[in-house]
């Protein structure tokens, strides 16, 4: 390993020292005062993401981080991505005003396919392209009542595609957001974002709210071309309705709908000199779409919990002349969790899922344009307590099918020991998949344009074809925690990993290239991607201190190292790549952060570093952001936040120009809000 730098071990330092609210800190609504409650009392608050079923994080078999209400007013946050930034080894990076990089210990990209992201417990991940589209995933931020995070894998409770974590966004009931909120701010880099929401009770047990939310945002600043044409606008609209007639049913039925308008450009190869590429820049492209989401929950004393989820999901995109798509979903769930008997406890469900997807004309050529297709998953999960509240094992798998993949198996075996009740030491062991899509098996596109060479003396064209055998890709995970209460004040979280990926893709040339006359004459090579040719190991740790020397000042800081190594196969095939090739690279981040609070202000800073990402020519970098705040009235407060403040701007990740975003630049950003409530907070 190599040695690391000295501002990069007095980060590590600083995270032995300091610390914030635990990483068992998570409060069910914003109505609950973060400085009232101590560190131990936070740890005993429940989550659910887990195990699906609601169990103390301190206790919690998994590499768990979650984000309160608090935390995402008080960060500054404008967006539930920019939230993500708080977890502890979280990769996130902004990739343009309407881009996100996210992923959980690595496989960060524009596109990262290793990720699972519900929302209220709708999936946000595209079946089509194997990713999460950020900039549509939003909601009015003060009705989050908390952001699940899991480090690792969840795919016995949440399926394929988590391979390397979930992330778990939970609103509030509409009993818990009563009355009318309006909330404005206005800034350097997000121009506006307005949010008016309206809550009300009715007889029998019934609540409901509605809400709209604009967000414009300018666009970002392209390396060494100036201000991009990014530029975004988002109007969005939605309600939920919850409803207690008894105190055995619950019922919830919520939807939203929404509209973006954003600037794209792109640049699509081709054999036409002297450019060999036509760039088309659209400042009008589309995003739509809506969703309806309902509830039925059971509960009864002597038979346990019955659950019954369905939703429905429409999403249009547009990418200029790159490519148009249209999906839709419709999902059924249904889960089970019986009472505990003795020291036996149960959970298992199962669900449909039916996906219609639509490609329009453009250079993502899908064929068939149009498709149809369908998963089913069912999952049984046994805990047994060992030794009563001391030692507990648990055993799960979730069998999935889809029609990309056939029927695959993913268990797992956790194991928990808590030895005081101040301490807690788990590990775990699973297997889990990222399925193929039909972008992997479907897909035809021009990768590049190559001017002539001496040989040959004609462009050479490079078009990535579909592979219908295209299978999954394989993880199988080892992972360690130790979590401890030292004292009411002090808390610390270790969390370590050791991942094996079998059978990731790469790029592979089919046959010999081919001379085509034209006009005009070019070379044609085609390649495909084919699983197994990669093999990945990927090791590290996430650690976490928190402290909170007075009642109202809390401190916390973490660290988190991540070793990548990536195997070659010897495939001579291999495009752009050696065969035989050992690749590594070590990646760290550190945080520090401070809540201070005093009357009616606020005080919070944190600094955070992110280290070079050498694989796609990133620099290191370390920021700052500040926040004030101020409450002026028991129905108002205001703040002011300035962010990235050690630099003018920075690069954080990149992204295939093909798919019409040019490097940009995060740059320093000031923004001023102000919140009213009537019913005050």
């Known amino acids: ?192 974002i307005l949010t008016a929401r309206h809550g009300t009770q009715w007889g029998g047990g019934s609540a409901g709210r509605a809400y709209v939310k604009i967000t414009d945002r300018d666009g970002q600043e392209r390396v060494g071309l100036g201000r991009g044409d990014d530029q975004w606008s988002m109007l969005r609209s939605g309600f939920r309705i919850d409803s207690n007639p008894t105190l055995d049913n619950t019922y919830t039925v919520q939807g939203d709908v929404y509209g973006v308008k954003k ?31 309902g509830r ?38 249904i889960q089970y969790v019986p009472a505990v008997i003795g020291r036996h406890s149960w959970i298992w469900g199962a669900s449909a899922r039916y996906i219609d997807d639509k490609m329009g004309p453009g250079a993502l050529i899908l064929n068939p344009s149009d498709d149809h297709y369908t998963q089913a998953t069912g999952f049984l999960q046994y805990g047994y307590a060992i030794i009563e509240n001391t030692l507990d094992v648990t055993l799960g798998t979730k069998l999935q099918y889809n029609e990309f993949a056939d029927l695959e198996a993913l268990p797992s075996a956790r194991l928990l020991w808590r030895p005081q009740p101040n301490r807690s030491i788990w590990s775990a062991v699973s297997r889990t998949v990222r399925s193929p899509s039909r972008v992997d098996q479907n897909v035809d596109v021009v990768l590049a344009a190559i001017p002539p060479q001496n040989p040959p003396p004609v462009p050479t064209l490079i078009v990535r074809r579909g592979n219908p055998d295209y299978a999954s890709e394989t993880l199988v995970a080892y992972e360690f925690g130790f979590r401890e209460q030292l004292s009411k004040t002090l808390s610390f979280d270790l969390a370590t990993f050791y991942n094996r990926y079998e059978d990731e893709r790469a790029q592979v040339s089919q046959g010999a290239p081919v001379f085509v006359p034209g006009p005009p004459p070019y070379v044609l090579l085609n390649v495909m991607p084919e699983h197994g040719q990669v093999k990945t190991h990927t090791w590290g740790f996430e650690y976490v201190l928190d402290w909170q020397p007075i009642q109202n000042w809390q401190l916390q800081a973490w660290y988190s190292f991540l070793r990548r190594v990536d195997h070659f196969s010897d495939d001579p095939a291999l495009f752009a790549a050696t065969p035989g090739r050992r690749v590594e690279e070590d990646r760290d981040q550190a945080s520090l952060r401070s809540y201070w609070q005093k009357g009616r202000f606020e005080l919070d800073s944190r600094v955070r570093y992110v280290d070079a990402h050498r694989a796609i020519d990133i620099d290191q970098y370390t920021e700052l952001d500040l926040r004030f705040g101020w409450h002026l009235h028991p129905h108002v407060r205001m703040s002011m936040a300035l962010t990235n403040l050690l630099d003018n701007g920075h690069m954080e990740g990149r992204s295939p120009a093909a798919f019409g975003f040019l490097d940009a630049e995060v740059e320093r950003a000031a923004s001023i809000g102000i919140e009213w409530r009537a019913n005050g907070f």
């Open 263 to 293: 600037g794209t450009y792109s640049t699509q190869p081709n054999i036409v000199p002297p450019n060999y590429y036509t760039q088309f820049d659209d400042p009008n492209a589309l995003d739509a779409g809506a969703n309806l989401l």
């Open 296 to 333: 039925w929950r059971h509960r009864s004393a002597t038979n346990g919990q019955m659950t019954v989820q369905m939703y429905y999901d429409s999403e249009h995109r547009d990418v200029d002349n790159y490519f148009a798509s249209t999906i839709q979903t419709a999902d059924i769930e």
């Open 1 to 192: 390993m190599e040695r690391l730098k000295a501002n990069k071990i007095g980060f590590a330092a600083l995270a032995m020292l300091f610390g914030l609210h635990s990483e068992a800190a998570t409060i069910p609504s914003s109505s609950v005062d973060l400085f009232t409650l101590s560190l131990d009392e936070l740890s005993q608050l429940k989550v659910t993401s887990v195990s699906r079923r609601a169990e103390e994080l301190r206790y919690a078999p998994s590499a768990i981080y979650v984000i309160t209400a608090d935390d995402i007013r008080r960060s500054g946050a404008s967006s539930v991505a920019e939230a993500l930034r708080l977890v502890p080894g979280m990769n996130v990076s902004r990739i343009g005003a309407h881009q996100w990089s996210i992923s959980a210990r690595g496989f960060d990209d524009v596109y990262s396919n290793k990720l699972l992201v519900l929302l209220d417990g709708r999936s946000a991940y595209s079946p089509l392209f194997s990713a999460v589209t950020w900039n549509v995933q939003d909601t009015v931020l003060e009705d989050i009542e908390r952001i699940e995070v899991i480090r690792g894998p969840g795919a016995v409770m949440w399926g394929a595609n988590a391979e390397n974590g979930v992330v778990n966004i939970i609103t509030r009931s509409a009993q818990d957001t009563q009355g009318t909120l309006v909330s404005a701010s206005a800034g350097t880099e997000d121009r506006g």
